[in-house]
Antibody
Framework: QVQLVQSGAELKKPGSSVRVSCKASGGTFNSHTVSWVRQAPGQGLEWMGG????????NYVQKFRGRVAITTDESTTTAYMELTTLRSEDTAVYYC??????????WGQGTLVTVSS | QSVLTQPPSASGTPGQRVTISCSGSSAHLENNYVYWYQQLPGTAPKLLIYRNNLRPSGVPDRFSGSKSGTSASLAISGLRSEDEADYYC???????????FGGGTKLTVL
């Protein structure tokens, strides 16, 4: 079973960018989709997008297109999610999760991103 | 507004059986598997049921899932205090080419 370990909490100012990392250990890395899911305070889960390394194929939810980029570094089995032009509504816990076609079997511990001036 | 519809809350007493529903459309539930996740307070979601009714190793058989058409449900029998959590359903959305979630159901064990 793969384990996913994310980077630590971030405090960002509006208009800036944040990059969250997600290191995978155990299991194969290339063949499964890495998704990023966020959860605003007191709210539900929201899929932002995903990337399948072996196909170098990414897909993003319309509302985040142009602001989010998901990348992977196969040499370090690490996935990254960068979100730009941050606003207060982006304050949330961001999770990486691994699985194909919705079967999100492994999750990172979550990274709190706070956007505040 | 979530794509999949769940009741916001559910409750039961220890030992009882509770069910949580999840409804969608042909773009999601009818043609794709449903998945259920359990999120204990302050923790990451955990896969509870996959492919409609299968349990990952380590998940007790008190948890079961079913799906019929555009509806699905999660049943928890022999309710225990440690089952108090938020539960989310999820399914693949063919038009989005990504997963969509229900709004979550907060289960309270009275």
């Amino acid at each position: 079973q793969v384990q996913l370990v994310q980077s630590g909490a971030e405090l960002k100012k509006p208009g800036s960018s944040v990059r969250v990392s997600c290191k995978a250990s155990g299991g194969t890395f290339n063949s499964h989709t890495v998704s990023w899911v966020r959860q605003a305070p007191g709210q539900g889960l929201e899929w932002m997008g995903g990337l399948t390394p072996i196909f170098n194929s990414s897909n993003y939810v319309q509302k985040f297109r142009g602001r989010v980029a998901i990348t992977t570094d196969e040499s370090t089995t690490t996935a990254y999610m960068e979100l730009t032009t941050l606003r207060s509504e982006d304050t949330a816990v961001y999770y990486c999760a691994r699985g194909s076609r919705g079967n999100l079997a492994s999750w990172g511990q979550g990274t709190l991103v706070t956007v505040s001036s | 507004q979530s794509v999949l519809t769940q009741p916001p809350s559910a409750s039961g007493t220890p030992g009882q059986r509770v069910t949580i529903s999840c409804s969608g459309s042909s773009a999601h539930l009818e043609n794709n598997y449903v998945y259920w996740y359990q999120q204990l307070p302050g923790t990451a979601p955990k896969l509870l049921i996959y492919r409609n009714n299968l349990r990952p190793s380590g998940v007790p058989d008190r948890f079961s899932g079913s799906k019929s058409g555009t509806s699905a449900s999660l049943a928890i029998s022999g309710l225990r205090s440690e089952d108090e959590a938020d539960y989310y359903c999820e399914a693949w959305d063919d038009s989005l080419s990504g997963p969509v979630f229900g709004g979550g159901t907060k289960l309270t064990v009275l």
